[in-house]
């Protein structure tokens, strides 16, 4: 048996309590089991804690930083299982968000389908001010409702930028209905980076970051990365993001933004398919690594 499978089943595979206990952390990764809304493929149900399974195998050395952001405490919570109907699962996750700002502690929610994002920005648009989102993502969850239900996947931005007024900038869309689209005209507060527009480039990272307000909510919908690196997820768009953009984005992010908190949603899981779990999982830990770069002691490698 490998030294990773006898690791703790926490994010990252953290041995040491001081550095995984919930007293003690900075961040708390949250799963949450979530697939009620899905319209075509399925496994987002297991794929938080196939994300944490594979953060085990990572380095916790992140070699950009030359850091070990696990070290300021990264906490594992509990698997968030499903609820009976939509709207109590969106209202538990609400109430336990807030529970968990009042920890002061910086939330990292993996899914699950993509609907659970909205409770969890809303409870942060309560907590801080001045309050934007930045969504990568393949479709613009526009819509008002979809398969009877306003708590759909394909509806999250619509709570957000609809219901919310929480104004938001959209990279790598490449989705959209007639119904979407249209709405785009009566001013919403979004601005939308198609991928037609900005992949395999860099040069649209400034304005999209520069679109942002001083504290933004980082929503990952991991099928906003191409499918030729992503291809276990609900719904796999062609002619999406690539690895070292998406890091890009996120990194200038950092530099310039104040993080208050993240999500990454919608990996399906699929059994001897680990490789889109790992990459999930390190996607996060970078980005962990970039948002708390300026308080993580160094190593002294860079």
Avoid at 109 to 129: D, F, N, Q, T
Avoid at 165 to 188: D, T, W, Y
Wanted: charge should be negative.
């Amino acid at each position: 048996m490998s030294e990773s499978a006898s690791l703790p089943m926490n994010f990252g595979g953290i041995e040491d309590e001081k550095y995984s206990s919930l007293d003690t952390a900075e961040i708390v990764v949250w799963p949450v089991a979530y697939e009620g809304t899905v319209s075509y493929g399925t496994g987002t149900e297991a794929g938080a804690m196939a994300i944490i399974d594979a953060s085990r195998n990572m380095e916790l050395y992140e070699e950009e930083t030359d850091a070990e952001v696990y070290k300021l405490g990264i906490h594992t919570l509990p698997e968030f299982t499903p609820r009976s109907t939509p709207a109590e699962m969106m209202a538990d996750l609400y109430g336990e968000t807030k529970r968990l700002l009042d920890l002061d502690k910086f939330v990292c929610m993996l899914g699950g389908e993509h609907s659970v994002s909205a409770p969890v920005i809303r409870a942060h648009a309560e907590k801080y001010e001045n309050i934007s989102v930045l969504q990568i993502d393949a479709h613009a969850d526009l819509r008002d409702s979809y398969d009877g239900t306003e708590h759909s996947h394909a509806s999250i931005m619509a709570r957000v930028v609809k219901d919310l007024k929480i104004p938001a900038v959209q990279v790598g869309i490449r989705s959209i209905s007639s119904e979407e689209a249209l709405s785009l005209k009566n001013g919403l507060p979004t601005k939308i980076f198609w991928a037609r527009d900005i992949v395999g480039r860099t040069d649209w990272i400034d304005d999209a970051v520069n679109s942002l307000t001083d504290n933004v909510y980082l929503t990952i919908d991991i099928d906003g990365l191409d499918p030729s690196i992503v291809p276990t997820t609900g719904t796999p768009e062609p002619g999406g993001l690539g690895w070292y953009e998406t890091l890009a984005l996120i990194r200038k992010l950092a530099e310039n933004k104040r993080v208050i908190g993240m999500d990454l949603v919608e990996y399906s899981y699929v059994p001897g398919q680990d490789s889109v779990a790992f990459l999930c999982a390190k996607l996060v830990y970078k980005s962990l690594a970039y948002f708390f770069n300026e308080r993580t002691p160094k190593v002294g490698l860079a």
